[in-house]
Structures are given as structure tokens and as C-alpha cells.
């Protein structure tokens, strides 16, 4: 089984993803989330340096249904030495939906061909795409997996809902085994509700024919997920991890900059919260916190009394 860190925007960014691959070694595959502007933004430039990613198979992520802006991110993100790319068209934000973005695109197929025609005509890299399988109903996806079945992708990662399920909701699996079904030329990966050993398990028993799986708030729950799944055990390194990426967040937005640091340890721990229901008074405490110093002493109280 090959095991991917899905793309989640504001969190796996480049200094998220390099504290993780330090502790845990599981992800054959990273993901970065999407770049949107035409010429590479400071912040998502520094997504995709090769010192940033240093020891990573790391595909970035564009998001674009123009052209001319897709190419030329692509063109930058070769020049800098990837020689794959990966095409969001499954975010369902309302402002990326809106402008016929991400999920967005699934509600035209025939714009969504003559696109991807066109980018696989002149994009300097090879392509995978990442999707929803619609916006409004199943019955859409027939016509969207023909439209990538004509494709030379690498591989196409499903994640099966629609565009209005956004995150609720049971995946919708008969949409996968239609892809599975289809006698694609190139592999289907699996995303969506990996959260445990036995999430795993019982979507491997529903897809038999899976050997790629995409993971994302299931990793933010639990970071040693893919060793667990991987059969190398449980492991008890989430306090040097969460330890180490206070640190770096530190070090990237420099002294001083607490309430930015916080704002991204927080968002982490509202996920790895989940994990520990039982641990509401010292998660409190970790979200009251208002300084990097009392959010540290938060967290070492939290790691002390775990037990």
C-alpha cells in the first residue's frame, strides 16, 4: 500500500510537513496545498523549495481554471526541478466554487475537457488530478470519469463526495468502484475518513482493488496513524513533534511573532483534540493560551498529566 498526506490548505504547509517527516516516516507521497497565482506569491514559493522538502516525494498542487495562469505556474514549478504537477478539482469553498474553480469545474464537463486538453497539450510535466466526484449528484460522475478515462494521467485520487456533501456525510464508495470498474490506464487512489485502523480496514474491504490511500484529518488527529497502518506499531513521539513544530513555526515567523504561531498550533490542536475527549481542561488551556511561553508550559502540563 502506498500511503499520501493529503493537501490541507494553512496546515500541511512546508513547515508542518518537515517536522512530520522528521518523526514519522510513513508517507511515500506529500502533497502541497494549492498554488493559485500566476507568479508564485513568497508563501508559496517557499512551499515548493527543494531545501523546504529536503528527503520528500512532494507534488505540488495547482488550483486554476485559466490556461494561460496554470501553465505558467506549472512552468515554475518545473524550473525548480518537479516533474509532476497535481490539478485540484475538489475544493469546495464557496469563494473557489463561485468562480468555476476546484469542485467548481466538475459542473461543466465539456469546459472541463477542452481545459484538459489543452493543460495535458502544454504542461511541462506529468499530471495527476485530485476530485470530487460532483457537484450536486452521483449521477454526474459517468460523465466526469469519461472525461478523465481519455486522460494519460499519472493517477486520479478520488475523493467520493460531492461538492455539497463538503465533509459530511459517508463517502460515497460505489462512486470508486466505478472508477476501479472502469479499466483506467493509470492508478486510483482513495481518499476521505481514514482516521483509524478500523476506518482503514473497512474501506479496504468495500475496495479491494485500492493500493494508494490519501490521508489528511486523520493524520491531524493522530500523526502515527500511517505507522499504525503500515503494521509498525503505535509510537510515542507526538510530544517531541508538537514540541519540535512550535519551534519551527518560531524560527519561519521569527521572535516576537507569537499570535501568528499560535494561530497555526492551534488549528493543529483543534484536530489533535479529537483524540483525547477526555482532556478537555488541558485542551482549554492550550487554546486560552496567549503567548508562546504559556502556550508551552499548556502543553507540558498536558503531556505530564496524560495519563
Known sequence: MQYYMAPLEGITTYIYRSVYHKYYKGFDKYFTPFLASKRL???????????????????????SNNIETFLEIA?????????????????????????????GQLADTYALEKFLDEVFEKC???ISIKTRVGMYDTCEWEDILAVYAKLPLEE?????????????????????????????QYPVCYNGD??????????????????SVM??????????????????????????FMSELADSYEYHYGVGQDSNCLFKLKDVWNHLGLSFPDREKQLKAIRK????????????RFFAQKE
Open 41 to 63: 506569491s513568497a508563501k508559496e514559493a517557499n512551499e515548493i523549495k527543494p531545501e523546504h522538502n529536503e528527503g520528500m516525494n512532494l507534488v505540488p498542487q495547482i488550483l
Open 75 to 103: 512552468k515554475q514549478i518545473a524550473d525548480v526541478g518537479y516533474d509532476t504537477i497535481n490539478i485540484n478539482l475538489g475544493c469546495p469553498s464557496g469563494t473557489v466554487v463561485s468562480r468555476k474553480r476546484g469542485a
Open 215 to 240: 490521508v489528511g484529518r486523520g493524520i491531524l488527529r493522530n500523526p502515527a496513524l500511517i505507522d499504525e497502518l503500515s503494521g509498525q506499531g503505535k509510537t510515542d513521539r507526538l510530544q517531541d
Open 194 to 211: 481514514i482516521t483509524s485502523q478500523a476506518t482503514y480496514d473497512d474501506i479496504l474491504k468495500e475496495l479491494p482493488g485500492i493500493d
Open 289 to 300: 493560551s496567549d503567548s508562546l511561553s504559556e502556550y508551552r508550559i499548556a502543553v507540558k
Open 124 to 126: 511541462p510535466t506529468k
Open 156 to 184: 486520479l485520487i478520488i475523493h467520493p463526495r460531492l461538492r455539497e456533501d463538503y465533509y459530511k456525510g459517508k463517502p460515497r464508495l460505489e462512486t470508486v468502484k466505478q472508477a476501479l470498474d472502469a479499466n483506467l
